[in-house]
């Protein structure tokens, strides 16, 4: 902008930026940016040696859940199909509507522009706080979406590769393995991924959250069966397959001390969260 006087001085008496100066600004910050978030995930890990593998809770919760899955395949999934099948319309219109929430759009795209939006937002001229207290809300929401995206792509391949038919006339064990069409791909149950996934991703970063975040994920694993979309069986494998998923994703990140931290017994903390006074007292503490 220049000034009535022709300076090209702004109202303050300042030299005004042109636009292709602050886009060349912008640019810059947005790649310095990039630089120091690929910086902070290439970080080596250092979990000490009392943390907790996660071989260990497979071990331990890995085989029961197995268990639990062929229990439910050989004497619930049938009976509870057919009763599912009996449900009253008005219910099942109901669960209709709680089961969409299970999709991961609803978390993977709005945490994907709060992203964006932090590095579109990230320029040379903030000052050393700012863009630290910018990065460590950045860590922790590139967790959320790996933690939940990634189990649900694992699953998206697996339940196709399995091919088991969803509730139907054929009964629980209906097969044609490999084949990607939506009607064999049941187990095991996307939508239980992403929910059980969220609990255990969004509940490790606020576990006061936990009760609510349980409810929504039974929630969702119970409409999946209502719906006649999955068997019992279907909702247990995907429950296992999220909160495990989001498990390995935490470990990953708290042996780089992102946005986590093993504590003396092993198990793993999160790290408070970001704001300008933590950040400025504490400024390693991404």
Known sequence: MTAPDGTGRGVAGTPAMRPSGM????????????RDSAAIMRRPSRAPEGSRPLWRCLKFYGFPAAGAVAVSMTLLDAPVSSFASTLPPGLVDLCYDVTDFGRSGWILFPVGVLIILIALSATLS???TSRLVLA????RLNYVFVAVGLPGLVNTIVKRWIGRERPSLHGPFSYEPFSWQPEF????????????????AIGGLYPRARPLLWAYALL???SRV?????YPSDVIAGAVTGAFGALCVRQWFASRGLGFYFG???????KPGASRHRTARSPMAA
């Open 220 to 222: 969702i694993g119970v």
């Open 264 to 270: 003396s017994d092993g198990s793993v903390y999160p």
């Open 185 to 200: 791909a049941s187990f095991p149950s996307g939508h239980a991924t992403t929910a059980f996934a969220a609990l255990v």
């Open 23 to 34: 886009v060349a600004a912008r640019a810059a910050g947005i790649l310095e940016y990039l």
């Open 226 to 230: 209502a719906v006649s979309a999955h």
């Open 126 to 128: 903030l000052d050393r």
């Open 136 to 139: 460590m809300a950045a860590v």
